[in-house]
């Protein structure tokens, strides 16, 4: 195997959160200037609730495959959170995903169908 399945990253909610800033170029270390998500609008784009998008992310962060930072406003209800997916978190979503791509790739070998 290439890829290789990442137990942090497999659960589905955290996968929708990597893929989700992935896709929105919300990396660090990429080829372009590092971008963040709004925390507000991850959610919306993954439909998980505050506390559990805030309880992956903290799972996530913890193994260093995103960064958050608050942008603190007049008052906390003015408060922002950053979200990005970090060089390690891009590397690791990226080996997850070619994991992923080599399961689905058996459903076409011969042999398995004998």
């Known amino acids: 195997m290439n890829g290789a ?3 942090v990253i497999h659960p589905v909610n955290r996968l929708r959160i990597c893929v989700g800033l992935r896709a929105a170029g919300a990396t660090e270390g990429g080829e372009g200037p590092d971008r963040e998500m709004k925390f507000s609008v991850l959610r ?5 609730t505050d506390a559990t998008l805030s ?3 903290t799972a996530l962060e913890a193994h260093g495959y995103v960064t958050r930072h608050r942008e603190y406003g007049s008052s906390r209800a003015e408060d922002s959170v950053w979200v990005s997916l ?6 690791a979503l990226e080996q997850h995903l ?16 004998e």
Not at 44 to 48: A, I, K
Not at 86 to 91: D, E, I, T, W
């Open 98 to 113: 070619a994991g992923l791509q080599e399961i689905v790739n058996w459903v076409d070998r011969d042999e398995l169908r």
């Open 55 to 57: 309880k992956q992310l």
């Open 5 to 7: 399945i990442d137990p």
């Open 44 to 48: 919306d784009l993954t439909g998980l």
């Open 86 to 91: 970090s060089a390690a978190g891009v590397h």
